[in-house]
């Protein structure tokens, strides 16, 4: 049986210990080495290098819809300071600096999030859904991944969108970030867009790259283990020369495991450990 954590123990020690860890979280930065992405450009790069979107609403979380109208809320007044965000040579962006101060003026509303492994409903709940689309743009150019961080469970399916299975990131402020750095010669902006059902994202370029960058999953195993049911599977990354289409380079990103706590399709095949 897993230890719980001091705040597990004492929930109401919780607010305090995310005051300490959000106070250095930001310190960390502060200090740190890093360039941070903070310039926004209203004119967009010429070079379109990868579009993608996910649907706004979820109707499978089992708790009532006003947390996804609420969830949208959330995402446009987080997206805000994102959309048109320059990533300059030697810069890093970073989910949590770009969104540091985005409800100033607007607010965020109660939507569901994670906190001690329990599904609530909680100020500015339902952001990760921004960070797994971003993530999914970055996998498509030379951006450097710094952090990232995969959903440990999931308690309902992810909203439709056109991201392969295991490609999200899981943000926690004060706690698990995603950064991105630019370690190339060009400029990358990122442009975030909503119609009425859905986000739309598009990482774009100041110049033509010789490479584009396609993303493909392994084969898909359901695993239970010790008693919970996991999902597994590898993501990768192919470097293809755009005037030839040959493939340049090929490699495993990285292996993504994550527990499932929603009913499968009765035909899924669950490989028995132990």
Not at 160 to 172: F, M
Request: charged residues 30%.
């Amino acid at each position: 049986m897993a230890r719980k954590r001091v705040t597990q123990l004492f929930p109401w020690l919780l607010p305090l210990r995310r005051r300490q860890r959000i106070f250095c979280f930001y310190l960390q930065m502060r200090l740190g080495r890093n360039k941070y992405a903070k310039v926004q450009n209203a004119q967009q790069l010429p070079v379109e290098m990868f579009e993608a979107y996910s649907m706004l609403y979820n109707k499978e979380t089992g708790f009532d819809m006003i947390y996804q109208e609420n969830k949208v809320h959330n995402l446009k007044v987080a997206a805000a300071p994102i959309d048109g965000l320059l990533i300059r040579p030697g810069e890093t962006f970073s989910f949590y600096q770009a969104i540091r101060h985005a409800d100033r003026h607007t607010p965020y509303k109660d939507g569901l999030t994670v906190v001690d492994g329990r599904l609530l409903t909680e100020r500015g709940g339902g952001l990760c859904q921004l960070s797994n689309l971003l993530f999914w743009l970055f996998l498509h150019g030379p951006l450097t991944i710094v952090e990232r961080h995969g959903h440990a469970k999931k308690e309902f399916p992810d909203p439709e969108g056109d991201a392969l299975l295991g490609v999200d990131a899981t943000i926690a402020e004060g706690w698990k970030d995603l950064k991105v750095k630019n370690e190339t010669e060009a400029t990358f902006q990122i442009s975030i867009r909503f119609d009425e059902e859905r986000m739309l994202g598009w990482l774009r370029c100041d110049r033509h790259l010789d490479i584009r960058y396609s993303v493909a999953n392994g084969e898909v195993s359901y695993v239970r283990r010790k008693g919970r049911l996991y999902q597994e599977v590898d993501v990768s990354q192919e470097r293809i020369l755009r005037e030839t289409e040959q493939k340049v380079a090929a490699k495993k990103l990285y292996r993504n495991s994550c527990e499932i706590t929603y009913p499968l399709p009765e035909s899924t095949v669950v490989i028995q450990e132990g």
